[in-house]
């Protein structure tokens, strides 16, 4: 079953949520980048995967034109995300909790970690922003248990960041050789397809 809402404001971030047939306490959240949606490869099949474990699934569907992009609050749209996740969530009883989060969604993670609710979660980092301070000293401190996927042919590739995350015992690294901000291979379509199998194989066994 889902459920397609927006909350009634202007500035509400639309969600969907996509249930078990019966009542469930496993929730995995996705929060996709400014360019790749929920229905893009990666988070689609990370749906499926979810899905068939046996947890609802929560789109968080935040879209931005690159104009809006260039002037985003990051905490303000943290601050939309939660009341969207509080929203979706409200009659529900969900005690173990996954965030998988895609570029800009990274962001949006470092802030909702502080949210008591996600004390215990699960973390899945994909192409993590790790230029931008906040999600580099959230993944480098964080005791959430987390897996961190990045391709080297990345402009979040940051070598001596990505090096010092390795201090970081409750995190799990992943480095796609010739992977670029998508996770996909430049000009190898069928080799790309390999390199998403493989990335979600790493979460099913997360």
């Known amino acids: 079953m889902s459920t397609n809402k927006n909350i009634p404001d202007s500035k509400s ?5 996509i249930e078990q047939n019966e009542e469930v306490d496993h929730l995995v959240i996705v929060l996709p980048g400014a360019g790749y949606s929920t229905q893009a490869p990666l ?3 990370t749906t499926g995967l979810f899905y068939n474990k046996g947890f609802d699934v929560l789109h968080i569907n935040y879209s931005f034109s ?5 002037t985003l609050n990051e905490r303000d749209l943290a601050r939309g995300v939660q009341l969207a996740i509080d929203n979706a969530i409200q009659n ?4 173990n909790y996954y965030v998988v989060a895609k570029s800009i969604g990274t962001k949006v993670l470092s802030y909702l970690l502080d949210h008591a609710m996600l004390k215990d979660a699960k973390v899945v980092w994909l192409t993590p922003i790790l230029q931008n301070d906040d999600v580099f000293s959230t993944m480098l401190n964080s005791g959430n248990k987390g897996l961190c996927v990045i391709g080297d042919n990345d402009s979040c590739f940051i070598v001596d960041r990505f090096e010092k995350l390795r201090h970081n015992q409750n995190l799990t690294l992943k480095v796609v050789e010739g ?5 996909e291979l430049d000009g190898e379509p069928i080799k790309s397809i390999d390199v998403l199998k493989n990335v979600i194989s790493e979460m099913g066994e997360f």
């Open 66 to 70: 690159s104009q809006e992009m260039s």
């Open 13 to 17: 971030i639309p969600f969907r949520l």
């Open 43 to 45: 988070l689609h099949f």
């Open 179 to 183: 992977g670029n901000h998508g996770l």
């Open 92 to 95: 529900k009883k969900y005690s």
